[in-house]
T-cell receptor, first 116, second 112 residues
């Protein structure tokens, strides 16, 4: 089954303790992206990647890191989490056809992070 | 990305057609219109997208105005499972820039 898998689904942790949220897709998609969703603010893009070793900032990249060493994986790293990073996070992927990014994005089921 | 404006909420009776409007008056000639929906406790789900002409797929139809300043997502027969937040998004079509900018969307309630 084609899917985007995020882990963990839920995490409660404390300020300053490094954490990684993993994202894996089995559709051989070039494009992957991370979003956060907050009440009243909708979904906002954090980082995206057009292909292996190619990453770029979205609208709200501060406090986050990403890497794309393999095509299927795109982990989101919080080096020193803070309470304002408490949010619902979504990973997404899509193919890039002829360089055109207008392909449907497939989203994971989300990771709910609580930073105390 | 083109800024989009949608009503905060709409209601529909089950098995009736639903027309969800979206205004995107600042859209450029190369911006596609995408629609996604988000069911409770799930990630967004792609519904449909188009550039200039009307589009149909198994989930819905997309009617784009001739001047491209507005569009309408049409669900032909609403079911309870269609209750969700629907997002209308304008996206740049060129390579090297692919960002979905989600607004607040329209919360659709379906009445049995």
């Amino acid at each position: 089954e084609a899917q985007v898998t995020q882990n963990p689904r839920y995490l409660i942790t404390v300020t300053g303790k490094k954490l990684t949220v993993t994202c894996s897709q089995n559709m051989n998609h070039e494009y992957m992206s991370w979003y956060r969703q907050d009440p009243g603010l909708g979904l906002r893009q954090i980082y995206y990647s057009m292909n292996v070793e190619v990453t770029d900032k979205g609208d709200v990249p501060e406090g986050y890191k990403v890497s794309r060493k393999e095509k299927r994986n795109f982990p989101l790293i919080l080096e020193s989490p803070s309470p304002n990073q408490t949010s619902l996070y979504f990973c997404a992927s899509s193919p890039l056809v002829g360089g055109d990014g207008n392909q449907p994005q497939h989203f994971g089921d989300g990771t709910r992070l609580s930073i105390l | 990305d083109a800024k989009t404006t949608q009503p905060n909420s709409m209601e529909s009776n089950e098995e009736e057609p639903v027309h969800l409007p979206c205004n995107h008056s600042t859209i450029s000639g190369t911006d596609y219109i995408h629609w996604y929906r988000q069911l409770p406790s799930q990630g967004p789900e792609y519904v449909i997208h188009g550039l200039t002409s009307n589009v149909n797929n198994r989930m819905a139809s997309l009617a784009i105005a001739e001047d491209r300043k507005s569009s309408t997502l049409i669900l032909h027969r609403a079911t309870l499972r269609d209750a969700a937040v629907y997002y209308c998004i304008g996206t740049y079509s060129g390579a090297g820039s692919y960002q979905l900018t989600f607004g607040k969307g329209t919360k659709l309630s379906v009445i049995p």
